[in-house]
């Protein structure tokens, strides 16, 4: 069983930075592929970024390349999204996800444990 709770969101302007937190309970995070992922108002959750249990390898979302970058810290049973350069189109709810699995993946059905969810709002 993992729980995860996510920090970090708020109401920034466009061209802002933010880093969003996830801690994880549990004693094997560092064996969970970690991902994050947003949902705007009146859209599909989708796919932000992903990251394997040993912090190797990554993916995210062609929306996002270049501008945010996933990390972790299993010492701290943390994962971190850090945004930059975040435009009005980024304003969502971002929901940190965990897998006890070694494939990266994009798809909301792949991960079975979720966060509350942490707003981030980006103002034009």
């Known amino acids: 069983q993992v729980q995860l709770v996510e920090s970090g969101g708020g109401l920034v302007q466009t061209g802002d930075s933010l880093r969003l937190s996830c801690q994880a309970s549990?004693?094997?995070?560092?064996?969970?592929?970690m991902g994050w992922f947003r949902q705007a108002p009146g859209k599909e959750r989708e796919f932000v970024a992903a990251?394997?249990?040993?912090?190797?390898?990554?993916d995210y979302a062609d929306s996002v390349k270049g501008r945010f970058t996933i990390s972790r810290d299993n010492a701290k049973n943390t994962v971190y999204l850090q945004m930059n350069s975040l435009k009005p189109e980024d304003t969502a709810a971002y929901y940190c996800?965990?897998?006890?699995?070694?494939?990266?993946?994009?798809?909301?059905?792949?991960?079975?444990?979720w966060g509350q969810g942490t707003q981030v709002t980006v103002s034009s």
């Open positions: 990251i394997s249990w040993s912090g190797v390898n990554t």
């Open positions: 549990g004693r094997t995070f560092s064996r969970y592929v």
């Open positions: 996800a965990a897998d006890f699995t070694v494939v990266l993946s994009r798809e909301v059905l792949a991960y079975h444990y």
